[in-house]
């Protein structure tokens, strides 16, 4: 959820109030810009897709380790006196797929760091136009003769 609305506000953001943004600005701080504000984002969205879907596959382990035919019989009392048997086993499908998407989901998000970190000043700051060790100069002139001197 926290995702989705943040994709909202930043798609918001980045197609109707971006380039007002560069108009009213000469120049850029950078700390608080919002594409600033994004790249951190998504670096905390990053790092809690890959922890939670550690979590979601982990606990999917132990889902089937502890829902699988061995650890019920062995956990309830008359099953082990009279015997029981399964007449149909759990399946995990869906569960694991929707493992497979979280990390799918990370790596998404994860690849997106890079054009997002494009965007920000840290990539590419802006410059006043001349560089360091470049001063502005006359463009040479050169004497030439006239033409009806020639």
């Known amino acids: 959820v926290v995702s989705m609305i943040f994709v909202l506000v930043a798609a918001t953001y980045y197609v109707f109030f971006e380039d007002r943004a560069k108009d009213a600005t000469s120049t850029d701080i950078g700390l608080l810009s919002f594409p600033v504000v994004d790249f951190v984002f998504t670096i905390v969205l990053v790092i809690f897709w890959f922890t939670s879907s550690i979590a979601w596959a982990s606990g999917l382990s132990g889902l ?3 829902a699988s035919e061995d650890s019920i019989f062995k956990a309830y009392q008359p099953c082990q006196a009279y015997g029981c048997t399964f007449t149909k086993g759990a399946t995990y499908g869906a569960a694991t797929v929707a493992v497979v998407f979280g990390f799918l989901n990370f ?6 760091l890079w054009f997002l ?19 502005p100069q006359e463009p040479p002139h050169q004497d030439t003769p006239p033409a009806n001197s020639v």
């Open 64 to 66: 089937k380790k502890a």
């Open 107 to 112: 790596f998404v998000w994860a690849g997106n």
């Open 117 to 135: 970190f494009k965007e920000t000043p840290w990539h590419s700051p802006k410059s006043s136009g001349v560089k360091g060790s470049e001063i």
